[in-house]
């Protein structure tokens, strides 16, 4: 009875299996040229769920990359269809995930039967060439973990159990919480012992389930602190001054339900697995759907904006605020008297985009305080990671180099807990890649080891932090202290310089957008308002046919717009008002002329001329002058410089040229940054 059982369990999965792949799905790139069509592609992923789309990457800007995931067939074609009404550029990235899939994570053998036998023997991903290579991989007694190779999520808790087994007088198991399916979440706090409240780091993985490499990548930073400690100065002192808590895998459930079939619907699962919530359907009766995205279920700005009140959504936000267990187990943890007050760095690790992003990511050209200390430390650490395989990260907020994103964990930890270096690291590959989340193997390690040099980076700040303000702490006896190295009034200085740099950015961008999508015949004088709006009437209009992309607004469900915390009353200093182009009439930017002070600028050379931005410093666009993508300002007062004194680029060219290459509009080569 048992092998009739198995038989026909086995016959039943692989006609499934024969089924799906008929389903086949394509990843396309599009591109959006103005701002109608940037927006109705931030549409359609607020309305993923009705179109089965499936956001891999959404795009920062105009001329900014989406990756999107769609059903071959009729769900294709009525995609293709409604962009092509909208100036968006479409080109086929991937035309069969699934191959990709097995590429790279799957088994030699094709044929469904082969799949189900590894699945029924809970391997699913097993390649027949893991990497071998161990160079780079220290060696533990006894603790062994396929870094060549992905492993199930039993395999990652049997790992950590054996480091605490074999190295008990500097790891231990952490639980942090349980699943909705009751699988433990599990860490190891790495620390040596000691008489007195260490200060703390936090680093996790695998908030998103089908983020594979970022487990992995968690679990090379155990081993390596694990291995390096007596043997490396430098790591030893980390875990003697330091506590470590690292969770690789926070979406146990999720995880494990992506290794269960290449389908694409199956291995890309993005969410937990929280029972199905049911909502009615537009075509009439219900449509039920489960998982939560849990980097929107945290208490900050929840709900606003990048996520959807929709559970069929890859975005939707749950029904409220720290709703899921794996949510509430990582601020019941972080909350406790134990852990209150000392984290100094909360690391969480993603894929796909080589970014080092800092908060805030709720909205654009949003910046804590302190945002020159974690640009600078963020810019050591993507140098020192590019010196080991040359590769290169950007940085920036999630807001100004992806797009909005509110209710992560990241700014969470920012906002809530007061941790000084806030990261979430956007692992490899880069965007213009077409793996995106299917990593080959063969990049596990080398993601992986540039990664933790990355993260040293982050490590030693916080040990310069706690060397800097030791002698203060040690007065206060006690008292809860602020823990600064620079003064409120620098922190305010620094806030406001990005705020003010960026928005001129965002302004010229958004006038000059308007200027090209307006008909060439209309070169006449025009206010920049006026130019705008014929601009908006003038852009493609998107056909009646597809009214379902542009719902009733919701009723809105969040908290106030400056505060985190709706307890709170401590209330974050709102965006100051956006700051006007600067307009200047000398030798440099000789396409703008005036009449008079407070006449309206009169443009006086072709719409081509004036798409150069005169500050892109820290934004997503760059002058198309500039090809070069190393040219950029070292320094946050070029704007200020040229703003006072006309004349600075030439009178003080050399040290203009090697600091504010971008301000003054010529662009050196390569500059060496450290």
């Known amino acids: 009875m048992r092998y009739l059982c198995k038989s026909i369990l086995l016959a039943v999965h692989t006609i499934v299996l024969v089924c799906s792949a008929e389903e086949k799905f394509a990843l396309l790139h599009v591109s959006a040229h103005d701002a109608q069509s940037l927006h109705l592609i931030k549409q359609l992923q607020l309305n993923d769920y009705k179109y089965d789309l499936d956001f891999w990457k959404s795009p920062s800007s105009i001329s900014d990359k989406a990756d999107i995931m769609v059903k071959r067939g009729k769900a294709e074609r009525m995609l293709r269809q409604i962009l092509s009404f909208a100036n968006v550029t479409v080109s086929m990235s991937v035309p069969d995930v699934e191959k990709l899939i097995m590429r790279n994570e799957g088994s030699a053998s094709k044929s469904p039967q082969s799949y189900f036998s590894k699945w029924l023997h809970d391997d699913p991903i097993l390649d027949s060439e893991p990497d071998l290579d161990l160079s780079r991989v220290g060696t533990l007694k006894k603790a062994k973990y396929p870094f060549g190779d992905y492993a199930s999520y039993a395999d990652m808790v049997k790992y950590m159990r054996t480091i605490e087994f074999y190295y008990p007088r500097i790891a231990k198991i952490v639980r942090i919480g349980a699943t909705h399916e009751g699988k433990p979440i599990e860490g190891l706090r790495i620390g040596a012992r000691s008489s007195h409240k260490k200060r703390a780091v936090w680093v996790d993985g695998n908030i998103h389930a089908r983020e594979w490499a970022s487990s992995h990548t968690a679990l090379y930073f155990i081993n390596q602190l694990v291995s390096e400690y007596g043997k490396d100065p430098l790591i030893t002192n980390y875990i003697d001054t330091l506590d470590f808590y690292i969770v690789p895998c926070l979406n146990p459930d999720g995880y494990e339900y992506t290794r269960t079939s290449p389908i694409p619907t199956v291995r890309l699962w993005r969410k937990n697995r929280s029972p199905e919530v049911c909502r009615p359907s537009l075509w009439g009766g219900e449509k039920c759907c489960q998982g939560v995205d849990l980097n929107r279920n945290f208490r900050f700005?929840?709900?606003?904006?990048?996520?959807?009140?929709?559970?069929?959504?890859?975005?939707?936000?749950?029904?409220e605020v720290f709703s899921e267990p794996e949510t509430k187990a990582i601020r019941n943890f972080l909350d406790r008297p134990d852990m209150k007050d000392r984290l100094d760095a909360f690391v969480t690790l993603h894929s796909y985009a080589q970014l080092w992003i800092y908060p805030y990511s709720h909205e654009e050209q949003n910046y804590p305080e302190d945002i020159g200390e974690l640009r600078k430390t963020a810019r050591k650490a993507i140098n020192r990671l590019s010196r080991v395989y040359g590769t290169n990260y950007r940085m920036g907020t999630g807001a100004d180099t992806l797009s909005p994103a509110a209710g992560g964990s990241d700014d969470w930890a920012?906002?809530?807990?007061?941790?000084k270096y806030v990261y979430l690291i956007e692992l490899r590959p880069q965007m213009e890649l077409s793996n995106g989340f299917i990593l080959h193997k063969k990049e596990l390690i080398p993601t992986a080891v540039e990664?933790?040099?990355?993260?040293?980076?982050?490590?030693?700040?916080?040990?310069?932090?706690?060397n800097s303000t030791s002698s203060t702490s040690g007065a206060s006896s006690g008292a809860s202290t602020t823990r600064k190295t620079i003064s409120d009034l620098q922190m305010r200085k620094q806030q406001y310089r990005m705020r003010l740099l960026a928005s001129q950015a965002a302004t010229t961008k958004s006038t000059q957008t308007s200027r090209v999508t307006t008909t060439t015949t209309r070169r006449t004088t025009t206010?920049?308002?006026?130019?705008?709006?014929?601009?908006?009437?003038?852009?493609?209009?998107?056909?009646?046919?597809?009214p379902i992309l542009f719902p009733a607004t919701k009723p809105t469900r969040h908290f106030d717009r400056f505060t985190a915390d709706p307890n709170s009353s401590t209330r974050a200093r709102p965006t100051p008002p956006m700051a006007p182009p600067i307009m200047s009439t000398s030798t440099q930017n000789s396409e703008f002329s005036t009449t008079s002070e407070d006449s309206e600028v009169v443009p006086t050379s072709s719409i081509a001329s004036q798409a150069t931005t005169r500050f892109g410093f820290f934004t997503a666009t760059k002058p198309s002058a500039f090809l070069d993508p190393e040219c950029r300002d070292m320094r946050y007062s070029c704007g200020f410089w040229l703003k006072n004194n006309k004349q600075v680029c030439e009178e003080q060219q050399s040290f203009m040229r090697a600091q504010c290459a971008y301000t003054c509009k010529f662009c050196t080569s390569f500059i060496k940054r450290h």
């Open 301 to 319: 700005h929840w709900a606003e904006r990048g996520s959807s009140y929709e559970p069929c959504s890859n975005i939707y936000h749950g029904e």
């Open 451 to 466: 990664t933790f040099e990355g993260f040293r980076e982050v490590v030693d700040a916080v040990l310069a932090l706690n």
């Open 527 to 546: 206010t920049t308002s006026e130019v705008t709006s014929e601009g908006m009437q003038n852009a493609p209009q998107v056909p009646q046919t597809f």
């Open 414 to 419: 920012k906002s809530a807990l007061a941790v």
